[in-house]
């Protein structure tokens, strides 16, 4: 989703960016996209807030699996709210996404990211993004599923 504010537009370059409607310095950004096949999508994710910067170089989307747009579109549709906590992760669990509703129309989304998540001495970041549930939660919703479609070019 790429801010109202922004000269950048969606496209495999830029990627997908999320800024929290309550601070614009708190974001993450899908990035560095590309794929070995048509069974899943490779891509960067960062994580920015004051004071933090993190990375997770190769996130793996799988095509076969519950994806992260049919997530963010559920929350999108759930836009009068829900109670309690909800998650989705990667396979891997090096992209962890918890997402919580609050009054006033608001979901708010924390990333986590883990490299190595087994490995020990490992880290983790998280950032939290305030969306507004209805429209910026479809338009993210739309905007990662544009990211993560299969290339077609990719071989079978």
């Known amino acids: 989703m790429v801010s109202p504010d922004s000269d950048r537009t969606l496209d495999e370059q830029a990627g997908v960016v999320v800024r929290c409607q309550d601070?614009?310095?708190?974001?993450?950004?899908?990035?560095?996209?590309?794929?070995?096949?048509?069974?899943?999508?490779?891509?960067?994710v960062e994580a920015r807030a004051p004071a933090l910067t993190a990375r997770v170089n190769e996130v793996v989307a799988w095509t076969r699996?519950?994806?992260?747009?049919?997530?963010?579109?559920?929350?999108?549709?759930?836009?009068?709210?829900?109670d309690g906590e909800r998650r989705w992760q990667t396979d891997d669990r090096d992209l962890i996404v918890s997402a919580v509703f609050r009054s006033g129309g608001h979901v708010?989304?924390?990333?986590?990211?883990?490299?190595?998540?087994?490995?020990?001495?490992?880290?983790?970041a998280s950032v939290t993004t305030w969306l507004e549930a209805g429209e910026q939660m479809s338009a993210l919703a739309a905007d990662v599923r544009h990211f993560l479609a299969p290339s077609r070019e990719a071989s079978p």
């Open 23 to 44: 601070n614009a310095s708190v974001g993450v950004r899908f990035c560095d996209r590309f794929s070995f096949d048509r069974d899943s999508v490779h891509y960067a």
């Open 65 to 82: 699996d519950s994806d992260l747009a049919r997530f963010l579109e559920e929350l999108a549709a759930d836009y009068q709210g829900w």
């Open 108 to 124: 708010g989304l924390t990333w986590t990211l883990r490299p190595w998540p087994k490995d020990a001495g490992g880290w983790s």
